[in-house]
């Protein structure tokens, strides 16, 4: 850290460093490969992309599909042939969204293939992950939960212009 540092970019610099670790493990498990801090985009390329986002979500609201689920089914080939379809809509690459990306860096991956959904039900103690596309025109949103039954639940939500019209 440099003394020209602002306060505010001192304090993100020091969350980063706290949270990396975390971070990395948690990208690690859903990529099924390591992920070191130097694949991650930049805070500042990972604030653009937000801002970005920003402007687009509402085009995104309009095509949506939602599916609640057991957790356990994304594991069957229906699930696997759901994301199969939704790359075959778009293929982009992905920014990989969990818990801590705003404070360490997105991931960008190569397509929404790449994706190890085999995860714990653990893995990310804010229980919601997002993939958006590269090109800022479909996401995917994870959040799983447990029902008021004590069940392992998966809502799962596509919205854009490609994967907002893809049925699970």
Known sequence: MTASMSPEERRRKIRQKINMKEHLNELTVLMGRPVHADDLES???????????????????????EYEIPFSDRLLQR?????????????????AWVERSNVCGTLLIPSVLSIRFDFEFTLERNAV????????????????????????RLEVKTEG?????VKY
């Not at 994301?83 to 992905?94: G, H, R």
């Open 129 to 152: 992950i997002s993939f958006l596309t590269s090109d800022f025109k479909d996401r995917l949103l994870l959040d799983f939960f447990l029902s008021e039954e004590g069940e392992q």
């Open 79 to 95: 699930f696997k042939i759901f994301v199969k379809n939704l790359f075959d809509a778009n293929p982009s690459p992905v920014y």
């Open 43 to 65: 805070l500042e390329k990972t604030d653009a992309i937000c801002e970005v986002w920003d402007k687009h979500i509402g085009e995104l609201e309009r095509k949506v599909e």
């Open 161 to 165: 212009r490609n994967w907002g019209v």
